[in-house]
């Protein structure tokens, strides 16, 4: 077997939009992550939301391994309205979120949902109660350990994959 070089590899298409919404996103690595992510993902759109000024810093840029140039993103949305937004444009709105009704990612199933606004948060106060009141569905990532959360990267990665397995 031979590696394959990245101009020969030809990633797959999916027919449905992702919208990202990351509520409070601190770190410059982790904005950068998200875009890196979004765009290996074909996430359409990143809102960047909430009280925290994110700016596109040298760090962000690095992270992003120049995604930042492809992936569509916005700083500075206002997250209820951007929500909502994207609730009466036909996306069903999804909270990566530990709460009383969430279900397992593992019980996640797309059922034809064409377009799909995934909402997560900051490592130490999670999705707002604000958007969280908003969402259609609640999905947490089951922890087996001692800890209750991931880094919101890591979150993330898991479940766009989620999200998307089942696109072929």
């Known amino acids: 077997m031979i ?6 590899i030809e990633n797959e298409k999916h027919d449905f ?3 990202l919404i990351a509520e409070n996103i601190r770190t410059p690595e982790n904005v950068g992550m998200m875009m890196r992510l979004s765009e290996a993902f074909g996430v359409e759109e990143i809102y960047f939301v909430g009280d925290q000024a994110i700016d596109l810093t040298t760090k ?4 992003s391994r120049n995604t930042y140039k492809t992936v569509n993103y916005q700083f500075g949305s206002p997250r209820l309205e951007t929500l909502k937004h994207l609730i009466e444009s ?5 909270a990566l979120e530990i709460t009383d009704s969430s279900k397992p990612l593992q019980k996640y199933s797309r059922m034809g949902i064409k377009k799909i606004a995934l909402v ?6 999670g999705v707002s109660e604000e958007l969280l009141k908003l969402c259609q ?15 919101v990267v890591n979150a993330l990665s898991i479940a766009l994959y989620k999200i998307t397995e089942n696109i072929l």
Do not use: L, W
Request: without cysteine; charged residues 25%.
């Open 90 to 94: 036909g996306y069903h709105s999804i």
């Open 137 to 151: 569905y609640h999905y947490h990532i089951p922890m087996y350990g001692e800890n209750s959360s991931i880094n």
């Open 120 to 125: 997560v948060g900051s490592e130490r106060q």
């Open 60 to 63: 962000v840029k690095r992270a």
């Open 17 to 19: 939009k992702i919208a």
């Open 3 to 8: 590696q394959k070089e990245h101009d020969h």
